[in-house]
Every structure is written in C-alpha cells, then in structure tokens.
C-alpha cells in the first residue's frame, strides 16, 4: 500500500513461535531467522543489523522467547527496523511476567497480539480452546479484518465498510467463551492484581527451576534466569538410559499428571520440555510437579522398561499410528477420509 513491492522479507528468531515464521510465509514473503548465541541463548542486535536491508518489511518475534529469555535490547531491534522502513510485530504469547511491567507500544512495536487462551485465564493445556487478543497502532487500524465493532451516538453496530482492510478473518468472533472469560478476568483483576500475576509467575517459574535443575539427569541450556518458563532438556538421561522426553510424558500420565508441552520444532534443545507455571499453580501443585519428575527419573535409571511401556493406568493406554505425521493420510472430512482409504489406511 506503500508502493514499496520491493520489501519481500520478514525476519523472525528461531525460538519465537513458528506462526512467526509460519504468517508471512504464508503471505508469500522470505523468512529470515536469526540464531542465538549457543552459550548464553541471547540474541545478537549486530547480527539483525547485518540481516536488515531495503528489502526488509519488518519483523515478527516473540519475547520472551520460548526458552524464557527476554531480550533486553527489544526496544534497539525495534528503532533498526523502523529505521530501515519496516514494520514491527509482537508475539507476546508468553505474558505472563510481563503484564504490568512492560508494554508493546513503549518497545517500539506496531502491532501485537497475546494469547487469552495462556496469559488471561484461560486453560492453555489440552490445545485449547486458543484464542487471540490483537492490536495495533492507529496508522494500521484501517487495515484490520472486518467486521469492526464501532461505537456510534452510544450504539454499537459491526462495520463493514472499510476498503483497506485485509477482508474477513474465518470465525472472526474467535472462540467465543474464551474471549468473555479473558475479558471477565481482566476486569475483576484490575491493574494492581494483574502486575501481581506477573509477580507470581516469575515466583514460580524460579522455584520450580531450583527444584528441577537437581534432578538427575536433567539440565537447563544456556544457563541464566529465565522469566515465566523455561526450556528443559532430557539429553543426558536420553545417552544413559535410553529414556527420553516422550517416553517420560507418557510415565507422568499413571501419576495424575498431564503430560506437558515439550517444544515447538525444530528440536534445537535435544529432548526438550517446557513447563510453563505460570500464575496458576501453587506451591503444592509444583511440588507435586516436581516429585513427579524427579520419580519418573528415578525409574528410567532403574527400570527403564517400566517407562517405555508407559502408560499403565489410563483408560485408553496409547495410540501408536505413524500416519500422524503424514499427510497424505491425514483426513479433515468425511470425504477426504473415505477418499483415502477410510480405516484401511
């Protein structure tokens, strides 16, 4: 809308969220990554500054990052951006230490979005149900999907008349519940009590880090505190039992424990986990946590089998399929699956 077609690429961080990556892609646009260092997992503004160019359109990240290290330098990789004509995007889906404590638009950003599903209450196990919260600046409103909400003579109407915008977005209305819930939350918590969940969340995420990083087996790349998670890696019990991050979220399962999330692709912390605390959880509750693992570990050392063939007390024991990851058989219709074969498949 510019009239600068030229601008073709978007960059992005490794361990931002792959819809970082995944959008502009999408949208048709190269994607460049960035790496961190390997030692400390910090993010190098030299290396953005030789990675900007004319071509840049802007960049997508999110911080912190999936490994729970914030880049203290965001608001210098925001003016480069800016300063070489592109726009800034944030992934603030891991908020959860930072509400009441830094705002997108004081970092530079010109657009951001947060996750209602994680940081506003709503559950964020299970996948679902996701949902987001967006916002821009005022020069980017014109361009927002229809329909907008628009508050006229004390009315409210949905408008549709707006000729920039990038058009309607499926199921615009989100996942309805999720959105009131969030919204319900952040009203009852106030200003005062949503800098408090990001207190608490940096309280738990440094506790449960104390108690992990004793745990045999067990280790934490990169070093440094993290903000609300952080990115675990189960490399040494994997090279000496055989046990990895798979095997041992099944295990979790016989002990009352949801098998958590281990990381985004690509692996680049061999055999990785990411507990995420959070605010919501007590000090009971991570003990818990914590005991869990450090049992499970206790038996990969000493019984490995036991936890390879876990789990043993779930209604439905596991599922082994290999078509999970191919998606020539993956069937998103009744038609598509009998096309494919149905349950022959």
Known sequence: ?????????????????????????????KVITLYPDPETGLLDTEAL?????????????????????????????????????GLCSYDQANANALLGVTRAREAGFDMVFFNLHKTFSSPHGSSGPGCAAVGVREFLEEYLPVPVIVEQGGRYYLDYDRPKSVGRVRDFLGNLQAVVRSYAWCVSMGA??????????????????EKVKR????????????????????EELKRETGIGIRELN?????????????SHHPWLVAEPFT????????KADIDYWCAVLERVVEEAYSDPQLVRTAPHNSSIHRVEWDGFNDPERWAMSWRAFKRKGGWSS
Not at 58 to 84: L, Q, R, V
Not at 275 to 282: D, G, L, W
Request: net charge negative.
């Open 1 to 29: 809308d510019n009239g600068e077609p030229h601008r073709d690429e978007v960059i992005t961080t490794v361990f931002s969220h792959p819809c970082d990556a995944a959008t502009p892609a999408t949208a048709g646009y």
């Open 275 to 282: 507990p995420e605390p959070c605010e919501t959880y007590s």
């Open 49 to 85: 500054k030789e990675a900007v160019g004319p071509r840049t359109a802007g960049c997508f990240i999110t911080n912190p990052e999936d490994t729970g290290i914030f880049n203290k330098e965001i608001d210098a990789w925001t003016e480069i951006i800016h300063d070489a004509g």
């Open 215 to 234: 745990i045999r087996g067990v280790s934490l790349p990169y070093g440094g505190r993290r903000l609300d998670q952080a990115r675990w890696s189960l």
């Open 250 to 262: 099944r295990r979790v399962v016989d002990y009352g424990v949801q098998s958590f999330f281990t």
């Open 192 to 209: 005062r009590g949503l800098r408090e969940v990001a207190e608490v969340s940096m309280l738990n995420n440094q506790y449960l880090a």
